[in-house]
């Protein structure tokens, strides 16, 4: 008798149709050792293994650490160390998020940890001992001076998540903001797992108020430009033109939708509503912006769900959609209850 095992491995592979990613979605290739660090200029360093990035500065006689994703772990310090035996000194969260600031406990306690009013609330609120809880805060803007380097660091509210703010270094016009522009790509799943979508869509515009010309993103294996940032904006904003075809076309998929499955599965009835709006309003995104952005097949609709419920929640865009239209079968339903109740008169 074959094992389980023995039968998997003999049955017939499906293979999976992966798009195609747009050459100028590549960065440089991370070596064996499982991380690259380098040089942007004047001291100030980015680090990556693929997908996440931090970043640490170099002054006279100390280090500016920011961030420290889990997935690069201890390799944050190691990357230091291949670069400068400088104590670090401070440590800048650019927000509160695990997968960004999880493994900061690396640094010396006695290291000066640097967040945002909204970052300490919260951080405070989870009492995750490898998330220290900042040690100096700011409600919109603190600089700090450190060795010769200059780092602003601004707060223009709201967006992927509360607190999640700009680190500028203006002597080397370099631009630190995470989990926002996506270089190459479209944002992650959800817009970005974005706590606030309005102010995610305004901080394409606050972040070219910046004079940048490089930008650390905090994902992906590339450093990002102000091009990445405009190709971004025209992406997201057709997104939401797309979000509102979406709202203009509920109230036809909602008739398809309660034909094809009915309501009494209330969730079913919603889900397949909104999902035949977002894939038809998506279509032409999708093939404007296939060829210029990685992972547009794969996030699109989803953007274009995320968005509509956006412009509902968040912005009460019109058109509003009665999701339960009276039916004739309701109308027929009501006159027989009307009968029943006067027959039992």
Not at 215 to 235: C, K
Not at 329 to 344: I, R
Request: net charge negative.
């Amino acid at each position: 008798m074959s094992s389980g095992a023995d039968m998997a491995q003999q049955q017939p592979s499906t293979p999976i149709d992966v798009p195609a990613v747009p050459p100028g979605a590549f960065g440089p290739k991370v070596p064996s050792s499982g991380y690259l660090v380098e040089e942007i200029k004047g001291g100030v360093y980015w680090v990556t293994e693929g997908g996440y990035q931090c970043a640490f500065v170099v002054g006279d006689n100390e280090v500016i650490a920011i961030d420290a994703p889990p997935t690069l772990g201890p390799l944050v310090t190691r990357a230091i160390r291949d670069v400068t035996d400088k104590p670090i000194t401070h440590v800048i969260y650019s927000h509160y998020h695990g997968d960004h600031i999880g493994t900061t406990n690396q640094f010396p306690d006695d290291a000066i940890r640097i967040g945002q009013q909204e970052t300490y609330t919260l951080l405070d609120e989870l009492g995750d001992p490898a998330r220290r809880p900042p040690d100096v805060t700011f409600k919109d803007a603190h600089r700090l001076e450190v060795g010769g380097q200059v780092l602003e660091l601004v707060y223009k509210g709201n967006n992927h998540a509360p607190g999640n703010s700009f680190i500028y270094m203006p002597q080397h016009k370099i631009l630190m903001l995470v989990d926002v522009i996506y270089p190459g790509w479209v944002p992650f799943a959800n817009i970005a797992m974005s706590k606030h979508v309005p102010g995610f869509m305004e901080h394409h515009d606050h972040t070219l108020a910046f004079d940048f010309e490089t930008m650390i993103t905090g994902h992906l294996n590339r450093l990002g430009t102000r091009e990445d940032v405009l190709t971004q904006r025209e992406y997201m904003h057709d997104i939401r033109d797309a979000a509102q075809h979406a709202l203009e076309l509920t109230e036809v998929k909602r008739d398809l939708s309660r034909d094809l499955v009915g309501k009494e599965n209330i969730y079913v009835y919603f889900k397949t509503m909104y999902d035949a709006a977002s894939a038809e309003a998506a279509q032409p995104v999708i093939e404007k912006w296939r060829p210029r952005l990685g992972g547009v097949d794969t996030f699109a609709v989803n953007h274009t769900f995320i968005m509509y419920q956006s412009l509902r929640l968040d912005l009460n865009r019109e058109p509003y959609v009665v999701f339960f239209p009276p039916t004739e079968d309701d109308a027929v339903d009501g006159e027989a209850h009307e009968c029943a109740h006067d027959h039992s008169h």
